[in-house]
C-alpha cells in the first residue's frame, strides 16, 4: 500500500491524504474543508477503483471556483497513478 499527500489549490481543505494498492483507494482523508461531507465522501469510494472514483470526481465545481474538493481529490488521484 502506497501512501500519498496532496497539497489542494482553491479549496477549503489544505490536503488530502490517501493511498492507493492493488489500483484500490483506502483511508482517503481531508485536513480541512467540510467535515461531513469530505467524511462521507472518504467512506463512498472506500475500495473502489481509484482511475473510475477520478473520472466522476473530476470537474467537480464548487461556488464557481472552478474546482471543488472532491476535484481537488481526482487531481490527486491522477497525479499518484502517474507516479
Not at 33 to 61: F, S
Not at 66 to 78: N, P
Request: with cysteine; proline share 1%.
Amino acid at each position: 500500500m502506497t501512501h500519498y499527500v496532496y497539497r489542494t489549490q482553491l479549496v477549503c481543505s489544505k490536503e488530502i491524504h490517501f493511498d492507493i494498492e492493488d489500483g484500490k483507494l483506502h483511508n482517503v482523508r481531508f485536513l480541512g474543508g467540510c467535515p461531513g461531507n469530505l467524511l462521507a465522501i472518504g467512506k463512498l469510494i472506500e475500495g473502489k477503483d481509484a482511475k473510475q472514483v477520478a473520472d466522476v470526481l473530476r470537474g467537480n465545481d464548487c461556488a464557481g471556483k472552478g474546482t471543488s474538493c472532491a476535484d481537488q481529490l481526482s487531481k490527486a488521484i491522477d497525479q499518484a497513478l502517474r507516479q
